[in-house]
């Protein structure tokens, strides 16, 4: 066969600049960054002479290898006696379980690791220095040697099934996506009100029933009222389709932890087995989205249930983990029924909280004794937490606080930083999502261990997982919309060392990667070209900042509804109420990316000075206390953007002070009311208007309408003059029973305080 050493584009601008000065250290975009990396004079040429040389221990890696190299590449491996060798060896003094080290040489490449963990970690590496895609005989990778290792031992995404069912095929790709991030753990949430997806053979109804719906909510949840489909949705994974995913999982070093939830989010198996629950009643499988009463009912019987479910689940999963859920379990019904409370009795048990606790310790009893350790979602601390459980925090990092201190392992999922159901770019357009807003740059400034914890404390810290509720992905293509590329900035969150993260470094190597994506038919957003905005005050002068995270393309916008035309190059002065658009063109003036749009209303309030006595929840304090008084509303459906501020269940009193008299007619805010998210607009708002002629107006309003998404304040009066405003603002209280977060403090969103 004709030998032709086409050289890969990408990488000669590397090796030129290598063969100047040996040993340089250079940039390439090995995403997550590895621990050690250093770029060395030469290439390697892959091509048909090649000899695979494997510790018999790490044969199944370099098989993948070669698979790999022969179902993307048109090499084919004909190994004759002068043939380069790549070479896959241990070495027990690399201390890291997941270590490895990669050296390309011109004549070999050699794999060093502990065990075909490392190894595969080091083929990821190696396989993201080759071509997207080539049909050369023949491809050249840059000499260079890696040093590599994780910072967390456990990295994992997750995946709920039971809102939305996924294919088997796409399962399997979800989990290559992250395996090639050296992400090494797969979190299947398998049951839930809405649908159960796993065959238990025992209980065939749980196939018949559980597994389907008979129609699902149509819009957003906090759209009323309801209105839904009338189409049966649903389906399951039997224990063979299980079996082979969990083989897959293992080729790619990914472990599967099923989530079997209990005691709540089990209305779809109470609906097909009735007697689990408290009050016997047939109910019907979850059409819409949300927490229920429907709870499994500690009898006898529905612990004999959950073992035999347990005994079946533990036979398809290896992996030391069962996940029992343990989240949202209303205690409306154990309040209510008569067993419950007689358990509660007999056991000396405190309330309901120690019911679940009881609940919790003996199911992780039965799991221990199958030599499985549970995991479960942060209310498993409530009552108090069972002896040998992994807490997963997801109400922000108290519960890992807590349970750390209490020397439990905790994994890190904060619903601020890692649920990858919430809007990620500002565009209003971006396809329905549950709410909040988590760009990218905030997933990658996550930093797992929580500040609270000394170092002692921390190492219970194991890693973080991102997670993906499927309420609004109803496909694959918008599933992926959502993980991607967050999932990507997560990566290396969990992989990589503090000191070798850099945001600007990592959106060009993701730039890079997102062709890879494109090779592997993922349907990622791209926040590569998006254009961000502040205002600045520099002395009462208002300017607004326009910038991208891209280096290529130029800014160009208008502030007069048009179409984005002028060049930006400096700060656009705000003297008046505008509407800026900018957009990013390229050299044929055709829009990457989508249109920033910013309103900013100069009302009376901008540029005075305001106090807040309490400080918003670090999580939702970006804006500080100034976005309530710059002239920018928040978005209609992200609360979590700069302009928003988020308090947690506290009642708050906001000063505003005027340099001079100021004469106003109208006050006026809004709340972001998003139950399903735990936040409440207020029931009640008071005012105090300190006036110019030294009297005082004070005033208290309740808030009524409930049922809106977004709730709109405003208080009106004759012309007054005023110097100090002061607004008191109480809290909803303690989430009622029956809704989501029942039984603790609800949050409080607000927006723009526009004083005209
Ligand atoms: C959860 O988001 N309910 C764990
Ligand atoms: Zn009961």
Sequence with gaps: MKHSYYLLFLIIPLFFSCTQEDNQIVEIGIIPKPLFQQINKGVFILDEDIRFISDVKLSEVSNYFKLYIEENYQLSFAPHKEAKEIVFNIDDAITNEEGYKLKIQENNILIVSKNSKGAFYAVQSLLQLLPIKSNNLAIAIPCLELRDEPQFKYRGMHLDVGRHFFSIDFIKKYIDLIARLKMNTFHWHLT?????RIEIKKYPKLQE????????LVGHYNEQPHQFDGEKYGGFYTQEQIKEVVAYAQTRQVTIIPEIEMPGHSQAAIAAYPALGCTGEQVEVATKWGVFDEVYCPKESTFKFLEDVIDEVVALFPGKYIHIGGDEAPKTNWKKCAHCQKIIKEKKLKNEYGLQSYFIARMEKYINSKGKQIIGWDEILEGGLAP?????????????????KEGHDVILTPSSHCYFDHYQSDNENEPLAIGGFLPLEKVYHFNPIPEELTKDESRYVQGAQGNVWTEYMQTEKQLEYMAFPRVVALSEVVWSSPENKNYIDFISRLAQYQKRLDQLDVNYANPIYAVKGDLKNKAGRLSYELSTISSTYPIYYSIDESAPSKLYSNPIPVDSSMTIKAVLLDSKNTALGDIFNQKINLHKGVGAKISIDKEPHPAYNTGGKKALINGISGNNKRYGDKEWL????????????????????????????????????????GFSFQLEDGKTINDIRKIEEKDKLLVNYSFATTSISVTRIEIIIKNYGIIPEGQQGAGHKAWLFIDELIIE
Excluded: C
């Excluded at 839930?192 to 159960?196: K, S, T, V």
């Excluded at 505003?656 to 009640?684: H, L």
């Design 192 to 196: 839930e009100d809405q649908g159960w």
């Design 209 to 216: 029933i559980a597994a389907y719906r008979n129609e699902t």
């Design 388 to 404: 040998n459980a992994t807490v997963m925090s997801w109400r922000g990092t108290s519960g890992a606080i807590q349970a750390a």
């Design 646 to 685: 988020g308090f947690s269940g506290e009642d708050i009193e906001i000063t505003i002070e005027f340099d001079s008299p100021t004469n106003i007619n109208t006050i006026s805010t809004r709340f972001y009311n998003g139950n399903g998210q735990w936040i409440y607009a207020p029931k009640e708002i």
